[in-house]
């Protein structure tokens, strides 16, 4: 049967998979072909175009094109046309199904202008095999645009280049290069803060509810304000407020330090939109590629308080200061913060969580205000140490070489250097005694081997306090960083949650007497201390043992 049609719809479509044919394909070009067509064949009129610019053809979820469906289901057209088939579409199945069955089913015409295509026309078997050839074609060229994409992405991703289509909460595109991210002034003040409440002991729901009490924009509206067509494919209704995971997110993300983190989602492949998560160790990441908001000590005690199982009180704001640290001296599990009334007062106290929930171990049962005051005496001590260690930093230049642990090193070294000598001395002595007859050969070969072994053990040990030796000197510049968090509280009266974090990796509970506290950087203390020479009762006067 013969499709007649004279109601024409005009469909256009363009995407970045067509390359270096941007131009020929250009909407433009597609619009004055096809009314050029329609211009010089009588009986057709066009009804309606249909554009869909910027959609891939592998697939037919495009709304113009569903549009265009709708309009021949109702009547309003009944013949399509397109500048040639790709522009119908890439999918080799999808494209020969309409082609073959929907358009002769709803009784539609089909022209493709430069494949020389009318489904009216006698259909010749050339036809039969050329169009579904082309078609074939398609198909084949879209898979390999996609790879190319893909791989060129890949390339920029490794070199550090920012390729998505929105730049991060706290940063936006550089406008002189839009590979290149540069900080977001406000946004960038507002991930400070969410980071500082969090080392503040806020939990994330309370650092959400503080942010909406102050009426900041979440992450995507921020993006909408500052006219951006951001569509993040979740609703966020009426009133968007910050969510929980939208502070955790912000919390987690490495590119604050200056890190450009990507490939974390990959398209299954060119044909299916969704995309697959990447397993963590398959991220490419780069480091000092944009300027930080957040300093990486900073980050990294974050992403530590995150793993601690703490809750806020109802009546808190914050966590307690010593939330998730405290654990116990015999099983290592966390300890838990309790309180008990005696009369009209409330005592708080630390209990083992194992002990409590019946499963062995004993209570552990410290007073709260008796821990605090003992690990604030611990905090002061090591302070004191690390303030110490800073005043030995920076006269260590200054101090003869026999003043110092490099003395120590030194001493070795020459000791090791006689001691290789004497070695090679007495292995010349051995071989002299062969030569008189004074040994045997056998005896020779025994006794030169355990002195070329204890040789060998000797230049080895050399060179090892050689290199500890340089080790020593070049770390001296380095150990600053540390001694400035413990310097900012020196002044310390009380502790509180940042305090705490910052300086304290864990507070060990033995028995209700004795606690340990254990501190972030206490074997860059420790190595201070070797350097410069402090001695045992140095360090006890410090500590006031």
Known sequence: MRILGNKAGGYLRLSREDGDKLESNSIKNQRELVREFISQHKGLSLVEEYVDDGYSGTSYERPSFQKLMDDVKRGKINCIIVKDLSRLGRN??????????????LGVRFISILDHYDSAGDSTEADQIIIPFKNLINDSYCRDISTKIRSQFDVKRRNGKFIGSFAGYGYQKDPKDKNHLIVDPFAADIVRMIFRLKMEGYNSQRIAETLNDMGVLPPAEYKRSQGLNYDSGFKSGKNPKWEVVSVNRILTNEMYVGTMVQGLHSKINYKVKRSRAIPKEDWIRVENTHEAIIEKSVFNEVQRILEYDTRTAPDQNAVYPFSGLVVCGDCGQNMNRRRVK??????PYFHCSTYKSGNGCSSHLI???KLEAAVLDAVRTQIELALRAE????SIDRIPENQTFVKTISSQINEMKSEAERYRTLRIQVYTDLQDGVISKGEFEEINRRFTEKLEAAE????????AKQEAMRNKPNLKPWIETFRKYRSIEKLDRCIVVSLIDRIIVHDKNRVTVVFHFQDEIQNVISLAGLDGKEVEQICGL
């Open 342 to 347: 005696k009369g009209k007062k409330q005592y």
């Open 92 to 105: 080799y199945i999808e494209t020969g199904r309409y082609l073959e069955r929907i358009f002769p089913m």
């Open 367 to 369: 007073n709260a205000d």
């Open 460 to 467: 080895q040990k050399m060179q090892s306090l050689i290199e």
């Open 391 to 394: 005043e030995i930093l920076q």
